[in-house]
């Protein structure tokens, strides 16, 4: 029976050790996944809120350019319907004197 008793004894201290190891194991275990899980705990500054005015000028550019745009093609078109409507004119003066003239011939 003494065999058996230091045997179920060695058999118990085998076993501590192992749950010990095993307890070490499952604490390391749960330590690195508590690692992964953890976000970074660094401290990144917060950079300024910056208020970017370039895209406003940008904007009033392109928007100032297509008006002036507009304004020059309006001015050519205004400036091609005066010398239509010139034109125009002289040729209808022309046409009016020369059948005043040709009223006066049969008369006269």
């Given amino acids: 029976m003494s065999h ?3 045997k179920a004894a060695a058999d118990a201290v ?3 050790q192992q749950s010990e190891q095993y307890a070490l194991l499952l604490a390391a275990v ?3 996944q508590a690692q992964q899980q953890t976000p970074c705990q660094h401290q990144h500054p917060v950079p300024a809120p910056q208020s970017s005015n370039v895209g406003k000028w ?3 550019g392109v928007g100032g350019s297509v008006f002036l745009l507009a304004v020059a093609v309006s001015a050519v078109a205004v400036a091609v319907s ?3 409507l010139t034109v125009c ?3 209808l003066r ?3 004197q020369d059948i005043r003239a040709e009223r006066e011939q049969r008369r006269g």
């Fill in 58 to 60: 940008v904007a009033a």
């Fill in 4 to 6: 058996e008793i230091e």
């Fill in 82 to 84: 005066a010398v239509a």
């Fill in 94 to 96: 022309s046409v009016w």
């Fill in 89 to 91: 004119l002289l040729v």
């Fill in 14 to 16: 085998q076993a501590a």
């Fill in 30 to 32: 749960q330590a690195a």
